[in-house]
């Protein structure tokens, strides 16, 4: 059974970190179903590409590629820890497209490392661009969804089930806090029918991060398709009344009608769901 795509004709979604991975495929994605993209990132094409100039990719590249797709698309370079920046991009995103109606953060910084060996500036940079970015860039729009119609403000971070992780406690601690943000959200906007919620895979995905820590071996990873079919799945909803969720991608899929995940595996079987026992060490799939 393939699954049903909204229509987001008319709609504008603001996405932290398109320039490749996750970000990039849900820009694309939500594209391909008529949404406008403000594509926004550390890499850009206008200027030297210092500590990233062996990444591929660029918040123009995604652009364009957003535009192949027919819908339009603004690329904006963003620090989201700086919160003069981001108060900038969220004014000109709204000037440029009239209205922003969703608000995807999906930038994260990633170290997994104990407390004892993890430098003070690598826990700072988790902590400002998981934390502070997630508030930074949702306080920057709330005054505006306020206003609007199928308001959304999505964050890729996982449920709170734990309170230790022992070797990842910085990363894992600053996941939690991008889930806390988001979640408690949705009751500080309660009266104002914005759908505040956070997507998580179950499974590992296939990024560059991934791939670069070493984290598990292509049995082990999904494609970033089922989380950008996650967030398409909660984008058809009602978010007066779907809010305050931490979803599981592959529960929401299932709930949708999705039975066979095999689309989305990178080797035949499914991938073991080491991504959701990083805060959920208990979670298994049902039987």
């Not at 820009?27 to 206008?46: M, P, R, Y």
């Not at 406690?169 to 505040?196: H, I, N, Q, R």
């Amino acid at each position: 059974m393939s699954l049903e795509k909204p229509d987001l004709s008319g709609s504008t979604a603001f996405i932290t970190g398109t320039t490749r991975g996750i970000g990039k495929r849900i820009a694309l994605d939500l594209a391909e179903q008529g949404c406008n993209v403000v594509s926004t990132g550390k890499t850009s094409e206008h200027d030297d590409y210092g500590e990233d100039r062996d990444l591929e990719g660029s918040i123009e590249q995604t652009a364009r590629e957003v535009e192949e797709r027919g819908a339009e698309a603004l690329p904006i370079k963003l620090d989201v820890r700086d919160a003069d920046t981001v108060e900038a991009a969220a004014q000109e995103a709204i000037d440029h497209f009239g209205e922003v109606n969703v608000v995807i953060n999906n930038a994260s910084a990633i170290q997994l490392m104990t407390v004892e060996d993890m430098p003070p500036n690598r826990f700072d940079l988790m902590t400002d661009v998981n934390v502070r970015g997630t508030y930074l860039t949702s306080r920057a729009f709330i005054d505006h969804l306020k206003g609007v119609d199928d308001a959304w403000i999505l964050t890729n971070a996982p449920k709170i089930k734990i309170d230790r992780s022992p070797g990842s406690a910085p990363y894992t601690w600053s996941k939690l806090g991008m889930s806390f943000v988001t979640l408690s959200l949705a009751d500080e906007l309660s009266g104002y029918d914005v759908g505040c919620n956070t997507f998580w895979p179950v499974t590992a995905i296939d990024t560059r991060a991934t791939r670069h820590f070493g984290l598990g071996t292509e049995d082990d990873w999904r494609s970033p398709k089922i989380v950008s079919d996650t967030v398409l799945e909660i984008l058809s909803r009602d978010p007066a009344e779907f809010t305050g969720h931490a979803v599981y991608d592959e529960e929401l899929l299932r709930e949708a009608g999705l039975a066979d995940f095999s689309e989305y595996n990178l080797t035949e079987g499914d991938p073991a769901p080491m991504s959701a026992q990083m805060t959920d060490p208990e979670y298994a799939r049902p039987e």
